[in-house]
């Protein structure tokens, strides 16, 4: 959008020049449903995103080289390879799961690396942490569901209530696109819950609606509302001070 609408107004000749390439081993938004994750792929490329599938080999100053043998020259590169533990975690002394992070049993607590004991009382939830047996997505929503029954069960504990152990419900994803474009994939195809995709403008605005409750303050709903309608009217800001 920042090329197709504004750069496109402010600087036309820079614009014309800009070429956005998209590299991906596998389908964009692979835990999508598939038919959302092709309209997904038909909406980049009818704004102007050249998707590539291949395995990025080697970064090289201004080129790319890729698992199929091709080259890609570049300007500004952005890596995005998902996220992964931390110096912090890999130090410590506690069992790790395959991928680096620290494994915990159904209550969330850590094992000990050398006796591989629960350790009482040292708990992990969000993205450093991983279920042993059942490992979840490194997701916004993994994290805040963790953190609710930790909560909940430090309280019920304190009172001697017994609590059953954590148990992840699969809410859906969304995923904007474009202004006015996004897909929302609502259900877990894993369970018995009944499932629902819709993608286009009221998807988008679904999205929106979702972002606006995860913003806490009512001072950051004002702010971010306000920018989006000053933006849809005025077009983004490029000054730079």
Same mark, same amino acid.
């Given at each position: 959008?920042?090329?197709?609408?504004?750069?496109?107004?402010?600087?036309?000749?820079?614009?014309?020049?800009?070429?956005?390439?998209?590299?991906?081993?596998?389908?964009?938004?692979?835990?999508?449903?598939?038919?959302?994750?092709?309209?997904?792929?038909?909406?980049?490329?009818?704004?102007?995103?050249?998707?590539?599938?291949?395995?990025?080999?080697?970064?090289?100053?201004?080129?790319?080289?890729?698992?199929?043998?091709?080259?890609? &020259?570049?300007?500004?590169? =952005?890596? @995005?390879? !998902?996220?992964?533990?931390?110096?912090?975690?890999?130090? $410590? /002394?506690? %069992?790790?799961?395959?991928?680096?992070?620290?494994?915990?049993?159904?209550?969330?607590?850590?094992?000990?690396?050398?006796?591989? &004991?629960?350790?009482?009382? =040292?708990? @992990?939830? !969000?993205?450093?942490?991983?279920?042993?047996?059942?490992? $979840? /997505?490194? %997701?916004?929503?993994?994290?805040?569901?963790?953190?609710?029954?930790?909560?909940?069960?430090?309280?019920?504990?304190?009172?001697?209530?017994?609590?059953?152990?954590?148990?992840?419900?699969?809410?859906?994803?969304?995923?904007?696109?474009?202004?006015?474009?996004?897909?929302?994939?609502?259900?877990?195809?894993?369970?018995?819950?009944?499932?629902?995709?819709?993608?286009?403008?009221?998807?988008?605005?679904?999205?929106?609606?979702?972002?606006?409750?995860?913003?806490?303050?009512?001072?950051?709903?004002?702010?971010?509302?306000?920018?989006?309608?000053?933006?849809?009217?005025?077009?983004?800001?490029?000054?730079?001070?």
């Amino acid at each position: 959008n920042l090329v197709k609408e504004d750069l496109r107004k402010l600087m036309p000749n820079v614009a014309s020049s800009v070429r956005i390439t998209l590299v991906e081993a596998r389908d964009i938004l692979g835990s999508f449903n598939p038919d959302l994750r092709l309209y997904a792929e038909r909406i980049l490329n009818q704004s102007g995103v050249e998707i590539v599938k291949a395995q990025v080999n080697a970064v090289n100053p201004q080129s790319v080289m890729l698992s199929d043998g091709s080259e890609i &020259d570049y300007g500004l590169l =952005v890596w @995005s390879t !998902g996220v992964g533990p931390t110096p912090f975690i890999t130090s $410590l /002394p506690f %069992t790790k799961a395959r991928d680096g992070r620290l494994e915990v049993d159904s209550f969330l607590r850590v094992k000990d690396a050398e006796t591989g &004991d629960t350790v009482e009382n =040292v708990f @992990s939830l !969000g993205d450093c942490s991983c279920i042993e047996g059942s490992p $979840l /997505p490194t %997701t916004a929503q993994v994290a805040e569901q963790q953190g609710k029954w930790l909560s909940s069960y430090f309280n019920r504990l304190k009172v001697g209530v017994e609590t059953g152990a954590f148990q992840y419900r699969h809410l859906g994803q969304m995923s904007a696109m474009t202004t006015g474009s996004a897909v929302t994939d609502l259900g877990d195809s894993k369970s018995d819950s009944p499932q629902f995709k819709m993608s286009g403008f009221l998807s988008w605005v679904a999205w929106r609606a979702v972002y606006l409750t995860k913003l806490g303050s009512f001072q950051n709903k004002l702010y971010v509302v306000l920018n989006w309608i000053t933006t849809q009217a005025l077009g983004r800001d490029l000054t730079r001070w």
